[in-house]
Nanobody, 125 residues
Framework: QVQLDESGGGSVQAGGSLTLSCTAS????????MGWFRQVPGNEREFVAGINWSGSTLYTDSVKGRFTISRDNAKNTVYLQMNSLKPEDTALYHC???????????????????WGQGTQVTVAS
């Protein structure tokens, strides 16, 4: 059974920073695409960032230049460094794995088949 555990969320002022972590257990994901999505009540999950096995990354336009995704395969962990946070970044952030993809980072939630329970990020103006 795959389990993804997120941590690092919290409440910050606009312009602040947070680093989210996600550790996978149950199997290794050394060669799989991992990603972060976010969701606000009433909306669908939105792709934030993804990283493939070789370290190539993809970001949604609204976070480019502010967020950085990285992974530590030895620790089976993926990170999301979030800088210059804005109130519109407020959401529940989920870690996920695309178990069928190694190279291509897909942005649709339907391609991802393992999800964490999420960590809340709240940015005050």
């Amino acid at each position: 059974q795959v389990q993804l555990d997120e941590s690092g969320g919290g409440s910050v002022q606009a312009g602040g920073s947070l680093t989210l972590s996600c550790t996978a257990s149950g199997r290794a994901f050394l060669d799989r695409v991992m990603g972060w999505f976010r969701q606000v009540p009433g909306n669908e999950r939105e792709f934030v960032a993804g990283i493939n096995w070789s370290g190539s990354t993809l970001y949604t336009d609204s976070v480019k230049g502010r967020f950085t995704i990285s992974r530590d395969n030895a620790k089976n962990t993926v990170y999301l460094q979030m800088n210059s946070l804005k109130p519109e970044d407020t959401a529940l952030y989920h870690c996920t794995v695309d178990q069928t993809a190694t190279h291509v980072i897909r942005q649709a939630a339907r391609y991802y088949d393992s999800w964490g329970q999420g960590t809340q990020v709240t940015v005050a103006s």
